[in-house]
């Protein structure tokens, strides 16, 4: 499904059973009950925590720059962690290593262009892919002022490259880059924008061992703005991580597939910044930023027990510490403030453990019929 010749991933997902749209034409959605923000969404191992484009219409992948898309509704695999409703697993192109290809289109409100091919030929290649509005530029054909300087548009650029090093070690290294901004006639504007990074490693130990270890950035922010003179202000919040992934797949023999690792990642949270203008009556007002870690540990096995039975089983190991600097209140039942503490930069405020077990199962009872449990 498409609107104004868009093509979608997150509206096609939409059509599985399970899974409902967030609202008419928004590209959010919902699994089994859950909130849209229980889905965990990743591009190229990159958490992406807002997947939208234009409020909502459009999700912030490209098609042309996307290799493959898994959904998980239940029973998610113990290597994801994070969220309760579902996993949307989402990889890149890697690149044309034979040849020089370009591809693109022309819609009603966007264009696209993908060009890929190769570095070295048969060894290493890139993918890059770009897309952008030009909505903005129908409004300023206008004859009225206060549309001709309104501003509505977003644009979105995915990377990607690779080296094979050897016959055992190939590396990889994708980005993606997206923003959204709306104004309203020099008066009022907002815009938000998500930026990805990762930097992933591939080692085959044997024919049997095979390593996966992966370095991943991600960053979402938020501004608000207000450009009249006297009340003018900006307001912006953002949420920063730094990932380190290390995973392994074993083959233990024809029925089980074993896989286990553990990821380290650093968030950053600044929760919103009212800066004022110039000449603005308005106070500075700034949220303090929150940091914490969160550390996981997991061992999956998938086990192939007859030609129509297949179980995946395992177990995760998670804990997040709170951080400091910053000051931590304490409250009773009632909302009030019993305490505030001062803690140092680094300075481990409150942790959490969570232990979680993770078993699904799938039964082919024939070609066309088959039953999944988790």
């Given at each position: 499904p498409v609107l104004f010749g868009e093509r979608d991933i997150l509206k096609t997902i939409q059509l599985i059973p399970g899974i409902k749209p967030a609202g008419e034409g928004n590209s959010g959605f919902y699994v089994r009950g859950g909130a849209a923000d229980q889905n965990l969404i990743l591009l190229d191992e990159a958490p992406v925590y807002n997947a939208s484009h234009l409020l909502g219409f459009f999700s912030t992948f490209n098609s042309d720059a996307i290799k493959d898309v898994s959904v998980y509704k239940g029973g998610m695999?113990?290597?994801y962690g994070g969220r309760l409703s579902s996993v949307l697993d989402i990889r890149m192109n890697d690149g044309n290593k034979k040849e020089y290809t370009a591809e693109g289109g022309i819609g009603l409100i966007s264009s696209r262009l993908k060009v890929e091919g190769p570095l070295s030929k048969d060894k290493s290649s890139f993918m890059i892919s770009g897309r952008?509005?030009?909505a903005d530029a129908f409004l300023a054909f206008s004859g009225d002022s206060s549309i001709k300087n309104n501003t509505l548009y977003f644009y979105d650029l995915n990377a990607k490259a690779n080296y094979q090093i050897d016959s055992k070690n190939i590396l990889y290294m994708s980005g993606y880059f997206g923003r959204d901004e709306l104004g309203l006639n020099e008066t009022f504007g907002f815009g938000w924008g998500n930026a990805t990074a990762t930097l992933r490693w591939n080692h085959l130990f044997s024919n049997?061992?095979?390593?996966?270890?992966?370095l991943i950035y991600s960053n979402y922010d938020y501004k608000i703005e207000n450009f009249l003179e006297e009340n003018s202000f900006k307001v912006?919040?953002?949420?920063?991580d730094l990932n380190l992934k290390q995973d392994f797949q074993l083959s233990l023999n024809n029925s089980h597939n074993l896989r286990f690792g553990a990821d380290l990642i650093y968030h950053r949270?600044?929760?919103g910044e009212v800066q004022p203008g110039e000449k603005s009556s308005i106070n500075l007002i700034a949220v303090e930023d929150r940091k914490g870690s969160e550390i996981a540990a997991y061992i999956s096995d998938e086990w192939e027990v007859n030609e129509k039975l297949n179980i995946v089983y395992g177990l995760r190991a998670s804990s997040f510490m709170l951080?400091?600097?910053g000051n931590f209140s304490s409250f009773d039942r009632s909302g009030n403030v019993i305490e505030t503490s001062y803690y140092p930069s680094g300075k481990l405020v409150k942790s959490y453990f969570n232990?979680?077990?993770?078993i699904s199962a799938a039964y082919q009872l024939n070609e066309e019929v088959s039953l999944k449990g988790s």
């Open positions: 695999p113990a290597q952008r509005t030009y049997r061992l095979f390593s996966n270890t992966s912006n919040s953002s949420i920063r949270i600044r929760p951080l400091g600097p232990l979680e077990p993770r």
